[in-house]
């Protein structure tokens, strides 16, 4: 019967052949058969399904909104960043003595600067496919050429890559950065760590000095890796400055920025706006209104949203205004010497034609209200009258010019002659010194030469006396034999 349903599947021969082998079996194994076969078939199945689960990563993908954020280590990196044009082996003597101090007060912490040959590559590696795969904005960096974008752009980038601690190529370490977390405070709780600049609200609605009334400072600060305000401040920037390009219809590279655009753009003060924003996101109270008020006059250093906010004595001692002391203050943690600050002569300030800048007030009340009359009173001249007090304004700063470069070309004759004599005192004491020194070799020598000469008579005195001691004894030994 079988091997007649077989016949149409296959050949004759076949079809007996499995009837044979099959008449040869047992019938209970034949009936039994498909058990055993399912039995050996779960077998396997369980072992695959073990080894599966042992030694693969299941196929599924979990949701994207299942994916947990960068968890924020607890405690800061041991790394201090900087940046600048060379790398330290070919820097010059004020930034080579500033760049130690961080390392004599931190022998602990990693070193590193960024330059101006190396900046892009590392770019490429933190945030390129095999990094955060943020391709946008390697290109954008690498199509942005105004330095001091470029400057601002990768301090954040090196702190969300990696954190650590940011400072300026022109700025010294006072103290050590075991000093820059109180201890009351557990640095598990804090995420940033930065410091007040500019505390100036009472000039907040100022047309020019509003915006830059109230800042944060950036030229130091502590960041743990991977916090989201760095890469919202990375991305505002890019947003902001795509804007302005389009705006001047030009490229990124071709963008013309002045001081303020600078500032409000990729500065203090965007610096600033996130973490306030950043703040206001994860305040623990709801009812908590994040804004300046909460750093005005600020004495003693608060964590506000995991970020620790430090007096201005901490980063901006010595700036002449917002209450900032100087640098001899205990709480004072850095000195910043700003002798690399000279961007702004790339990206001028607004300079009224008759008044100049009203920055150079440096926030003084009664300067900047002075500067504000003038200009006032000012707009409301006829051309002819603007024109007048514009050339007196200008006869009088060639006069002040001039002033003051005879001042420094007296300063410099007085230090000339200074130096002279100073020189001339060097090289006459130089020459008493060995005047004296000749002297008293040669009162040496003469010494010398009178303790020989009486060691020497006194050598031939005890010789002659040694001689005539012997010529008396064979004398009197002779006259006894006489």
Same mark, same amino acid.
């Given at each position: ?391 007196? @304004? $200008?006869? #009088?700063?060639?006069? *002040?010019?001039? /002033? +003051?470069?005879?001042? !420094?070309?007296?300063?410099?004759? =007085? %230090? &000339?002659?200074?130096?002279?004599? @100073? $020189?001339? #005192?060097?090289?006459? *004491?130089?020459? /008493? +010194?060995?005047?004296? !020194?000749?002297?008293?070799?040669? =009162? %040496? &020598? ?11 008579? *006194? ?6 006396? !040694? ?5 008396? %004894? ?9």
């Amino acid at each position: 019967m079988i091997a007649k349903l077989a016949a149409p599947l296959g050949s004759q021969s076949l079809a007996v052949t499995t009837a044979q082998f099959r008449n040869r079996l047992p019938t209970q194994f034949r009936r039994a058969l498909p058990i055993y076969i399912a039995a050996v078939c779960l077998i396997l199945f369980v072992f695959n399904l073990n080894l599966f689960h042992s030694g693969r990563a299941p196929l599924s993908r979990p949701s994207v909104g299942s994916v947990s954020a960068p968890r924020v280590r607890p405690d800061f990196p041991k790394k201090i960043w900087q940046t600048w044009k060379v790398n330290p082996l070919k820097f010059e003597e004020r930034d080579l003595n500033t760049a130690r101090t961080w390392i004599a007060k931190n022998p602990d912490y990693r070193y590193e600067v960024l330059t101006d040959d190396n900046d892009l590559a590392y770019v490429a590696y933190h945030f390129g496919p095999d990094g955060f795969n943020r391709p946008d904005i390697v290109n954008f960096y690498r199509d942005v050429k105004a330095a001091i974008v470029k400057a601002d752009l990768l301090r954040y980038m090196v702190m969300y890559a990696e954190g650590g601690l940011y400072a300026d190529i022109d700025v010294e370490a006072l103290k050590s950065l075991s000093k820059f977390i109180p201890e009351r405070y557990d640095e598990s709780d804090i995420d940033m760590v930065i410091g007040i600049e500019i505390d100036e609200p009472d000039w907040a609605d100022h047309p020019i000095l509003g915006p830059k009334s109230r800042s944060f400072c950036q030229w130091t600060f502590m960041c743990k890796p991977q916090l989201p305000v760095m890469m919202r401040l990375i991305e505002k920037i890019m947003s902001w400055l795509n804007g302005v390009a389009k705006e001047q219809g030009v490229s990124l590279s071709d963008v013309d920025l002045d001081f303020d655009q600078i500032i409000s753009g990729t500065g203090p003060s965007a610096f600033t706006e996130a973490i306030l924003i950043e703040m206001d996101l994860h305040k623990e109270d709801p009812r908590t209104k994040i804004n300046w008020d909460l750093f005005h006059d600020l004495d003693e250093s608060k964590i506000v949203s995991r970020v620790l906010v430090l007096t201005v004595e901490a980063f901006a001692a010595g700036q002449g205004h917002s209450d900032s002391g100087n640098h001899d203050a205990r709480a004072a943690l850095v000195r910043h010497h700003y002798h690399a600050s000279n961007w702004p002569s790339r990206h001028p300030r607004y300079a009224h034609p008759a008044y100049g800048e009203v920055e150079r007030c440096n926030w003084n009340d009664e300067c900047v209200k002075k500067w504000d009359r003038d200009v006032e009173a000012f707009s409301k001249l006829s051309d002819a009258e603007k024109n007048k007090i514009i050339e007196e @304004k $200008k006869r #009088e700063a060639e006069e *002040a010019a001039e /002033k +003051k470069k005879q001042e !420094e070309e007296k300063k410099k004759k =007085q %230090k &000339e002659a200074a130096d002279k004599k @100073k $020189k001339q #005192e060097e090289e006459a *004491a130089r020459k /008493k +010194k060995e005047e004296d !020194e000749a002297a008293a070799r040669k =009162q %040496k &020598e003469t010494e010398e030469a009178s303790r020989q000469k009486v060691e020497e008579l *006194a050598e031939q005195s005890r010789k002659e006396a !040694e001689e005539k001691a012997a010529q008396d %004894k064979k004398e009197k030994k002779s006259g006894w034999f006489s």
